[in-house]
């Protein structure tokens, strides 16, 4: 399918989308741009083959003291032999929907079960988006019968309760999956703010699992969210400046990537407000991109894969503020870098925790015994257990612990060495030669074993953390056994789910990792 888009500002040609090669198309602009009404001439353009899906549409028109008419089966069968029927919002009219084909399968069932009894019931839309609305709110469970639709908690499933009660977020993600699953074959989907009342934390990872659910569809979303917008992997993004309502066009523009300026952050160039983090690894695979988002929810959080890239982008979007006016900064791991270079990077507004590397951070005492409470263990003998353990670890990787962390100090006295400015090949071999001079390896390796050894010498546990560069330092240390859980991922997601609750455990947690980045 082409799609051909609406008209251009000063006569440029319309632009043409293949949506056989990208079905997903996300329109970013700001308020009053005129994003929704660019979306309604698409519509007109594609009448028949567009439905408008509207999380905001699924809250209105709600009756208060009336009870809801899926749950009336005289009003179900009203609505359905045409007869009229009260004004209803989209969420009442898919409900009607998803309840007469419930009705529908079951007779088909029914009959055919009686010619076939190795026969498997059908799988519903119903079936379908309770699947995924209870793996959003997987403390809650949808309980159905022939009459009515419920909710019940996993904690007291016998206890029901009307799906009336469902907060606007509950009922906003039941009717988008809902909303999706009932369009006609091959549609053009047009979803309006697509995020709205939807946790900071499920938006993307919703959205990724409902275009799963209609591939033959296309997907354009209208949103201001830029973060979300630039979660679209696989989108055609257009940046809507303008709409000049008398002549019914548009300034527009499509975005493409800048290989010299990442493209999430140039998205967020076009209006988000919140102040941008950069750290290392990837959104969902790693422990940053799961970690920092909750210890900085104030922050748009942005992986960006290795720590260089991290220095490179956080300096180049602070030297744009006067442009774009949002503070930034970053976040790499210490790894084996000296006070000097912690004390740069901290001048680039980079910060650097107390600790070797991330996963450090989840050794920290205080989130030790956090998780160890929590799991009904005795925090103390799990902290002294853990610490001996770590020390001991320590002491065997020793003499490899103070070779990588001569190694990085030679290599970058070598780097300052030869970038210093040198006018001739006879100066740069004489500079060269005098190197192994300059550079007493021995003493230098020397010095850091004598250092380290001290460390294990007086159980320093903080130091320890601090140098220690270790994966699978967790399991090494048996704190998941201390603790009764299987390994590292468990206890990761032990720390994500306290963090979430957002509760003291979880200031507490925040405040002790603040602390190690150097912030009160």
């Known amino acids: 399918m082409k799609l051909v888009l609406p008209k251009k500002l000063n006569g440029g040609a319309s632009e043409v989308l293949d949506t056989q090669k990208i079905n997903t198309v996300v329109i970013v602009g700001a308020n009053g741009a005129g994003k929704s009404s660019f979306a309604k001439e698409l519509g007109n353009q594609y009448a028949g083959h567009t439905e408008l899906i509207s999380g905001v549409s699924s809250l209105y028109l709600k009756r208060e003291g009336e009870e809801a008419p899926w749950n009336n089966l005289s009003f179900l069968q009203s609505a359905l032999s045409g007869n009229s029927v009260p004004v209803l919002s989209e969420y009442e009219k898919l409900m009607i929907r998803l309840q007469s084909e419930e009705f529908e399968v079951a007779i088909r069932y029914k009959e055919e079960s009686k010619h076939n009894r190795k026969i498997l019931p059908p799988q519903t839309k119903m079936d379908r988006i ?30 029901h309760y009307s799906a009336e009660r469902m907060s606007d977020g509950e009922r906003i993600v039941f009717y988008l999956i809902g909303a999706v699953l009932c369009a006609p074959k091959n549609a053009l989907l047009i979803v309006e703010e697509p ?111 290795g720590c260089q890239r991290v220095i490179e982008t956080t300096k180049a979007f602070r030297q744009l503020k006067d442009f774009h006016t949002l503070d930034s900064m970053g976040i790499v791991d210490r790894d084996r870098r000296t006070r000097g270079e912690v004390e740069y990077l901290n001048e680039q507004h980079i910060l650097v925790p107390d600790v070797a590397e991330v996963e450090n951070l989840l050794l920290l005492e205080p989130v030790i015994k956090v998780v160890a409470g929590k799991l009904m263990t005795d925090p103390d003998d799990v902290f002294y257990e853990v610490k001996e353990n770590i020390i001991r670890l320590f002491e065997r990787d020793l003499d490899e612990q103070v070779l990588l962390h001569t190694k990085h100090r030679v290599r970058k006295r070598l780097e300052i060495a030869v970038n210093r400015k040198i006018i001739s090949k006879e100066e740069l071999s004489d500079h060269i030669l005098n190197l192994q001079e300059s550079i007493d390896v021995t003493a230098l390796y020397d010095r850091l074993k004598q250092k380290f050894s001290a460390y294990i010498d007086n159980k320093d546990y903080k130091l320890i953390l601090r140098v220690y560069n270790q994966k699978g330092i967790i399991g090494q240390s048996r704190l998941c056994n201390l603790l009764g859980i299987s390994n590292k991922a468990s206890y990761l997601n032990l720390i994500i789910s306290i963090l979430k609750e957002d509760k003291k455990e979880a200031e507490i947690i925040r405040a002790v990792i603040k602390q190690s980045l150097g912030l009160n």
């Open 130 to 159: 309770q699947a995924i609305w209870e793996r959003v709110f997987p403390h809650n469970r949808l309980i159905r019968n022939s009459e009515s639709l419920e909710l019940a908690s996993v904690s007291n499933l016998v206890s």
């Open 195 to 305: 995020t709205l009342l939807l946790h900071q934390l499920i938006k993307n990872s919703l959205w990724d699992e409902i275009e799963q659910l209609r591939p033959d569809c296309t997907f354009v979303y209208l949103t201001h969210d830029v973060e979300f917008a630039a979660s679209r992997t696989f989108a055609q993004r257009l940046w809507i400046r303008a709409y000049f309502a008398d002549d019914q066009v548009w300034d527009y523009e499509l975005l493409e990537s800048d290989e010299s300026f990442p493209e999430e952050i140039y998205l967020t160039l076009l209006g988000s407000r919140k102040p941008v983090l950069f750290i290392e690894g990837t959104v969902s695979n790693s422990i940053d991109g799961r970690l920092y988002p909750l210890i900085f929810p104030n922050y748009m959080v942005k992986p960006m894969g």
